[in-house]
T-cell receptor
Framework: EPEVTQTPSHQVTQMGQEVILRCVPI?????FYWYRQILGQKVEFLVS????????KSEIFDDQFSVERPDGSNFTLKIRSTKLEDSAMYFC??????????FGPGTRLTVL | QKEVEQDPGPLSVPEGAIVSLNCTYS??????FMWYRQYSRKGPELLMY????GNKEDGRFTAQVDKSSKYISLFIRDSQPSDSATYLC????????????FGEGTQLTVNP
């Protein structure tokens, strides 16, 4: 069964450093998302991406965040200058045309 | 008022019990109602979704939506220890993008 994959599973970085989180959505899916979950808190929407552009973003997704689909398979989230409060699980999700969003296993980001 | 409210539990039941999980919401524009299951430090796994009001059954799981009360439920019949996880409700509007808004999740333990 096709699934969303994410790499790395765990990323440790120093405050102020740039990180890139990578996702490979399900191959025939058209809509791509990033969510995050701070430990013990709810899953929060960051950004959605369709047709090679951002279709919606939350107030969390400020200028330090960016997304890119550099080729036909990868979807990346870049955080330019990480802060302590960026420590969280980051989930990528994708969907085809229906409403079901399928989530990857997540990348745990730890900012020291 | 939070957009989506979900009792975080924890909820502990004996094997074979019927489990009832619930969410309330305030945004009357929500039209799609999802239930996800999340194991510790893993990605959310879609169980089922319902469009607008009504019931939907899938095996041991039944989802109910009452839009007049802004209340949704997930019932698990004949609960098994393998059902032990955190259950997340998530919702989205039909027309203004496809971001999911999640509840806090209810932690369920089914004891053998």
């Amino acid at each position: 069964e096709p699934e969303v994959t994410q790499t790395p599973s765990h990323q440790v970085t120093q405050m102020g450093q740039e990180v890139i989180l990578r996702c490979v959505p399900i191959s025939n899916h058209l809509y791509f998302y990033w969510y995050r979950q701070i430990l013990g808190q709810k899953v929060e929407f960051l950004v959605s991406f369709y047709n090679n552009e951002i279709s919606e973003k939350s107030e969390i997704f400020d200028d330090q965040f960016s997304v890119e689909r550099p080729d036909g398979s990868n979807f990346t989230l870049k955080i330019r200058s990480t802060k302590l409060e960026d420590s969280a699980m980051y989930f990528c999700a994708s969907r085809q045309n229906g409403p079901e969003q399928f989530f990857g296993p997540g990348t745990r980001l730890t900012v020291l | 008022q939070k957009e989506v409210e979900q009792d975080p539990g924890p909820l502990s039941v004996p094997e074979g019990a019927i489990v009832s999980l619930n969410c309330t919401y305030s945004n009357s524009a929500f039209q799609y109602f999802m239930w996800y299951r999340q194991y510790s430090r893993k990605g959310p796994e879609l169980l089922m979704y319902t469009y607008s009001s009504g019931n939907k059954e899938d095996g041991r799981f039944t989802a109910q939506v009452d839009k007049s009360s802004k209340y949704i439920s997930l019932f698990i019949r004949d609960s098994q220890p393998s059902d032990s996880a955190t259950y997340l409700c998530a919702m989205r509007e039909e027309t203004s993008g496809s971001r999911l808004t999640f509840g806090e999740g209810t932690q369920l333990t089914v004891n053998p």
